[in-house]
């Protein structure tokens, strides 16, 4: 038998190259075209789906209130339904295995519902003819190609052709015609939407041919919805009073980030809001680490330090024109989300290691095995997002142990937002969230380093994996008088010489916790460096008192222009300037916004490989501009008035 609308449902083999639809705006499209009846099956299989399908998502905008003794979610469409690790997927996700099967069943199941189908009738009842039906249902499925019939009408053609729908056998039956039409319309209308459902292409936010297209595209983007057809800026481009560019620029202008650091009219401009939270979640994927040490130690750690702090320099820069994209490794600023809502959540976001999720109060911190005090640090704003501003307040923790198990104790007061510069590198919850070491292990300078750091770092600002050297750059760092293999290696030190000297800027952090009880939460707390370490550090394999000593380090990297940089730095600011003096920094960023408005997935290390030579000119044209004008926003126009948009 013939395949079915072979061009609508095949899924192709490769998918590396597509942008699909997020979850809310595949429920979006399906719940229009379904109604009211729909709305579980679509959160079933699409909008608790966040991994199969991409889209924003924050647990800052979780809200749960106490009632009459009773817990009730004030949760708002962006609630991560399966934990804190969904806040760092990917907008758009690339896992179309499970997409498809998935879009599959919620068809199935929708095809089934009776209620469904009568709201999915009724909605057509305007138009006569089964043809017309068809019609309209099509431009259901693709609301984009409203003003595209050639496209609509290949479609249906296709679909009344096709044999599963049978509607050419029906036509000929040797009925009246309005006998036909009353038996078998809305079967037809059925298979019909079963088969407009199951099919990839509506998923697809399809490279754009024309203005039109090119801000529809755009829109559903930066916003995970479509334009309705009263949108000002649609309108304004059909009757050519403004460009797909100038409509892009201006719905990004929409997030805005004013005096007060918010966007304009907050809780009204839900234009902003959506464009605000889209970049936002695009820039936490930077970002994949989300946890301390210990996943089940921290039951409060999430109220109190800001999880998405170093994505926030991201989004400061790109919606606030102060901020040039270089200062995201520049300074010792520390960055927190305003968030709104008509709730006060009464309960911590996250649950203990019993599975309960506790109030929000005082909490405990241990003096000692048997005294304690009470502590009560600043609570995040929960709610919506509407804008980025700095931490003005200190929150001290008065006292802390260095681990668990065999706790030593301090009263020595730690700042948990404290900064050591560099903007994103020195933060905080950066370095909280990447040090990669248990409670209380402090820094030796050779066996104990937070390597992790390091190689995180690396990933997440210069997009590259370790080795960044060769082996042969590495042989001046080799110590053949160690007891340690891998400093004897040149293959392995070509990751070493890379980790351990820029780890050597931490030497004076450790990982704390402030109580050994169910009301935990990790820290990081930071040793005066007063002392000297020996000048050929690098010989030694451990080093008294390292973590006391002064912190300086080296940037040993081989960028993607085969330049060998080994440069020795003091602080994380220094450090910062040497890796914004990169190509590799740029490049970093100028190929994740490509591959995010356009499904492009560009290795930096291979855009000379490139077969495709005005795709390359193009990129490599685009690195060398953003270094200079160092504007988030000018590349992202420049992208959009590309042939690959």
């Known amino acids: 038998m013939k395949r079915v609308l072979l061009c609508l449902i095949l899924i192709s083999s490769t998918h590396s190259e597509e942008l699909y639809s997020n979850r809310f705006l595949t429920a979006s499209i399906l719940e229009g075209i379904y109604g009211p009846s729909s709305k579980d099956i679509i959160e079933d299989n699409i909008l608790s789906r966040p991994n199969s399908f991409g889209g924003p998502c924050s647990l800052m905008e ?12 004030k949760s708002s469409r962006f609630y991560c339904r399966n934990g804190i690790s969904e806040s760092k997927i990917s907008p758009f996700s690339t896992d179309f295995q499970s997409r498809f099967a998935l879009t599959k069943k919620a068809c199935d199941q929708l095809a089934e519902n009776k209620d469904v189908s009568n709201y999915l009738y009724n909605s057509l009842s305007s138009a006569n003819s089964i043809e017309d039906k068809i019609s309209k249902l099509i431009l259901k499925f693709y609301p984009d190609m409203r003003n595209s019939s050639n496209f609509a009408n290949q479609i249906k053609t296709q679909l009344l052709n096709s044999n599963t729908l049978r509607f050419n056998f029906l036509k000929k039956y040797s009925l009246t015609k309005g006998l036909f039409y009353n038996l078998n319309s809305k079967s037809i209308v059925e298979k019909a939407s079963h088969l407009l459902c199951v099919s990839e292409k509506w998923q697809k936010i399809s490279k754009s041919d024309n203005d039109l297209q090119k801000y529809i595209k755009c829109h559903k983007i930066f916003t995970g919805t479509s334009p309705k057809n009263d949108n000002k800026r649609l309108i304004a481009i059909k009757e050519k009073e403004m460009s797909a560019e100038m409509a892009c620029q201006e719905l990004i202008e929409t997030a805005k980030l004013g005096k007060e650091s918010k966007i304009a009219t907050p809780l009204k401009n839900l234009e902003g809001q959506k464009v605000l939270r889209t970049f936002q979640s695009f820039h936490n994927s930077w970002f994949p680490n989300y946890m301390a040490y210990m996943a089940d130690d921290s039951p409060i750690l999430y109220d109190i ?75 995040l704003d929960r709610g919506t997002l509407i804008g980025v501003t ?37 933060s905080n919850s ?41 082996p042969e750059d590495s042989i001046g760092f080799i110590n053949k008088k160690s007891k340690l293999s ?23 952090a450790e990982l704390i916790i402030n109580d050994v009880s169910e009301q935990g939460s990790s820290h990081i707390k930071y040793h005066q460096g007063t002392k000297s370490a020996p000048k050929n550090a690098m010989l030694f394999d451990t080093i ?5 000593t002064k912190a300086s380090g080296s940037f040993v990297y081989r960028d993607i222009e085969n330049n060998f940089i080994n440069t020795k730095v003091n602080n994380l600011d220094q450090l910062g300037s040497q890796i914004s003096k990169t190509r590799d920094f ?36 685009e690195i060398s501009n953003f270094k200079q004008h160092q504007d988030l926003q000018t590349l992202i126009k420049r992208i959009i008035s590309s042939k690959w948009f």
């Open 305 to 379: 330090v800001e999880l998405e702090e170093p994505a926030f320099f991201l989004t400061r820069a790109l919606f606030n024109s102060n901020f040039s994209y270089s200062t995201i490794v520049q300074g010792s600023d520390t960055l927190k989300g305003i968030r709104e809502s008509d709730h006060n959540s009464d309960f911590l976001i996250t649950a203990g290691s019993d599975e309960k999720i506790k109030k929000r109060e005082e909490y405990k911190v241990m003096l000692s095995k048997t005294d304690s005090t009470t502590w009560s640090p600043t609570h």
């Open 62 to 73: 979780k809200i749960e209130v106490q009632k009459e003794d009773q817990l009730i979610n």
């Open 390 to 426: 700095e931490v003005k307040t200190k929150d001290i923790l008065p006292a802390h142990s260095n681990q668990l198990f065999f706790p030593v104790f301090s009263s020595t007061p730690v700042d948990i937002h404290k900064s050591i510069g560099g903007g994103i590198l020195g």
């Open 544 to 548: 008294k008192d390292y973590h006391l």
């Open 586 to 621: 740029y490049a970093c960023a100028t190929t994740r916004y490509f591959k995010f408005l356009t499904g492009k997935d560009i290795s930096i290390t291979q855009i000379n490989d490139l077969k495709d030579s005005e795709l390359k000119e193009f990129i490599n044209t």
């Open 486 to 508: 891998w400093s004897q290696d040149k293959n392995c030190m070509s990751c070493h010489a890379t980790m351990d000297t820029m780890a050597g800027l931490l030497r004076n």
């Open 430 to 470: 950066y370095i909280l969230f990447n040090n990669g070491r248990p409670h209380g292990n402090i820094s030796d300078g050779k066996k104990v380093l937070m390597r992790a750091y390091s190689k995180n770092l690396i990933r997440d600002l210069l997009c590259r994996d370790l080795p960044v050297i060769s």
